[in-house]
């Protein structure tokens, strides 16, 4: 909130100066941030907590459609990158391709790949849960 609070001000200060500049006759108003009240937040530990692994699933699910989704916009990307060769000439257009493929694309393959391990493993504590709760409905 601070930090927030030291940028409204540095903004307003902006502000107010090209008002001063560029308009000196218009109408005055006070871009200042406004100062900063301190709250207290009181957090107490549960003693119990509730799952529900049906809609956790269905969370984990719409997870994995998220980073497919991420994937095809990526590789959207990388043919674009590869595309700029028909317009974009000269070494320092060959570097930037250079770059993208042997240090962005490397990266995201394996940020891919957590993200779905991340995904699976859930999946996987999800469904683990469900048998175990039915396990305790059973004589």
Not at 84 to 106: I, L
Request: include cysteine; glycine fraction near 4%.
């Amino acid at each position: 909130m601070a930090a927030s609070n030291a940028v409204f001000t540095a903004c307003s200060e902006v502000v107010n100066q090209l008002a001063d500049k560029f308009a000196p006759q218009g109408a005055k108003s006070s871009y200042a941030a406004k100062q900063y009240r301190g709250i207290n937040i009181t957090t107490y530990v549960p003693d119990k907590v509730a799952i529900y692994p049906p809609l956790m699933k269905k969370h984990l699910e719409e997870l994995f459609r998220q980073i497919f989704d991420l994937g095809n916009l990526f590789a959207k990307m990388e043919q674009t990158f590869v595309n700029t060769k028909k317009f974009w000439v000269g070494e320092s257009a060959e570097r930037s391709r250079t770059n993208f493929m042997t240090k962005v694309d490397p990266k995201f393959t394996e940020l891919s790949q957590v993200l779905y391990q991340i995904q699976k493993n859930g999946i996987e504590w999800v469904e683990e849960t469900i048998k175990y709760e039915a396990s305790l409905s059973t004589p």
